[in-house]
DNA sequence: CTTTGGCACTCGCCACCACTGAGTGCCAGG
DNA sequence: CCTGGCACTCAGTGGTGGCGAGTGCCAAAG
């Protein structure tokens, strides 16, 4: 077990190496910080935490920086999350109030995240998974041709093309539009499969291939936009990497435009309270010397979708995590108003 | 006037340069290049190209890499527009052709410009300005909610929610979905607010603040929607700009982040034909070191938006342009069918 | 058992220096 | 106008030595 006072070396060996970039030597940290012991023990301390794994030099007569498990413990046990400050939660609100649709909510949302943590911000748009409908509209632009528009509570929009087997009249789809929306407004997308799977029987003969068309369509755009969107920005904050930048920035740039890997890197974070995965924790190895702070945010008490932010492991915990964790609750809130 | 052989050391400069990275000297230059002609003579003509300012050594007793001006002369005389092979263009087209709505379309369009150039893809999606409106529904959520939801001929769909000042019935509502429509659908955007402009004038007294409200969120909505959207791809590609990083690579990653600035880039290429903007000829800072391709696309004749790519200077313009123009036609061909 | 000061050692970093070689400009002769 | 020759320049390379931050270990003190 390491005692209070290594614990204490540890902490300040964190914050320093993530302010000064440079490894941290034990003269410098007794002055730095009042630990109120001579360097020697220190080095001692400091001797110890290495043997356990929690910081490595760099090269023999250099500082030490703490390992992924160093910065693990400091997260867990020793950093707080920091809370900002009034003047930036105002700003906060006052920038996201502004947005005027679900677009303009999450672009701004990671403007917003990008500028207060100086990192990358990935936000994911509200999942459809737990989204219900507001309604579903069917328009008809030529005597076959029908297009559908689904409309989310989550103010999300989605039309699809339809080409019918065969012409279908104004007052049966009228019909038709009416019987889809009293079954499935309000209702969870996944329960509207099971909610329409009679419904083409209750038409005519000759309408009864388009109704199906029509339904097929419906429940396809459902499952695809379930298939989760994200937006992302702050990628000049890559730029304030390490010195040694081409190999370190490229494969962190590939995998931020690789949708998936950021959705399944979202995806790992647990679905409530904030998530924290640094260096190799992360699964994908491009993200090995970066660490992932993520939380889920909603319009409600449930969390509809998650947003984070991925910077160096040597990033400023606390400062990261208070930033995440405001604008994740002030995005559900103007959510929740809409 | 420049001999033809001063033209072609120029070229063969360029070529050397693109491929190398590497300034390049009289030397290498007949070596790799039939001119016919002694290093002594190369040096000769290299001074001459210093004198006019297409080259410039980056430090006495070093080779010479070519100036924004040379690359230009190289672009605007040297160079011609190098087509796709068969099996790219095969490539092109199948990809293209999975997609499944226009976001889609744009999403792959930009993977696949920023693949075959190995360069940052920007495309812009096609513009309103120059679109029609498809159709105009309105929904009611609640007596006093109602949501508008317009569809242009592109393919777009854009919502807006409108509390409206009194409850409207759903009769009213018909009436004017019914009276909108019949003025607006297959019209241009343009000429849209004086078709509207008399309109709420037809309704019951009770009903105009409501009418008006709508029309006003209608036209809003249009304005809005003209300013343009665009989606960047391959950022990764920037990693192979040069060994000076930070310095360079920064402010061209905070450009790109700033849609307005890429608009105006955009904006700044002609209408028809392809656009070269190299280095300095680029209004914004940032770019100062990197070249834009840049070529209209559209369904018709007409272009509806831009796309293209940004790299570095030192870039295949041949090839670069050559594919730039090729994925334009595709995508212009795409948009067609749909 | 912990803490401390002392001490020898390691090693990355930097400044200095000389050398090498690619590349140049110029000039005189074909 | 082209060419070969020649002197010159200067970035890059590699070797050397001193500096200093930082370490590990140890013996003595608390």
Known sequence: MLSERRLEVLRAIVQDYVGTEEPVGS????????????????????????????????????????????????VDRLAGVKPLSTPERRAIQNFLDGAVDLDDVVGRTVRLLAQLTRQVAVVQYPSLTRSTVRHVELLSLAPARVMLVLITDTGRVEQRMIDCPAPI?????????????????????????????????????????????????LLETLVEETEERLMIGGTANLTRFGHD???????????????????????????????????????????????????????????????????????????????????ARYVGQILAES
Request: hydrophobic content about 40%; proline content about 4%.
């Open 245 to 327: 930048f081409p190999l370190t920035i490229r494969p962190v740039l590939e995998a931020l435009e690789e949708q998936v890997v950021l959705l399944k890197l979202l995806g790992e974070a647990k679905d409530s309270g904030m998530t924290v995965r640094i260096g190799h924790e992360n699964a994908h190895e491009g993200l090995n010397s970066t660490s992932v702070v993520a939380v889920g945010y909603g319009s409600g008490d449930e969390a509809v979708a998650k947003l984070g932010v991925v910077g160096p492991t040597r990033m400023d915990y606390p400062g990261t995590m208070g930033a995440v964790r405001a604008v």
């Open 169 to 217: 009249g104004e007052t049966s789809l009228a019909d038709l539009r009416a019987r889809l929306n009293s079954r499935v407004v309000g209702r969870r997308f996944t329960d509207v499969p099971q909610l329409v799977s009679d419904l083409a029987e209750s038409f005519e003969q000759e309408d009864r291939g388009t109704v199906s068309t029509v339904l097929a369509t």
């Open 27 to 74: 003269k410098a940290l007794t002055e730095r910080h009042r630990l109120g012991v001579s360097p020697a023990t220190v080095r001692n301390d400091m001797a110890a935490l290495e043997e356990e794994g929690f910081i490595a030099q760099p090269h023999t007569s250099a500082g030490r920086i703490p390992t992924d498990k160093g910065y693990r413990l400091f």
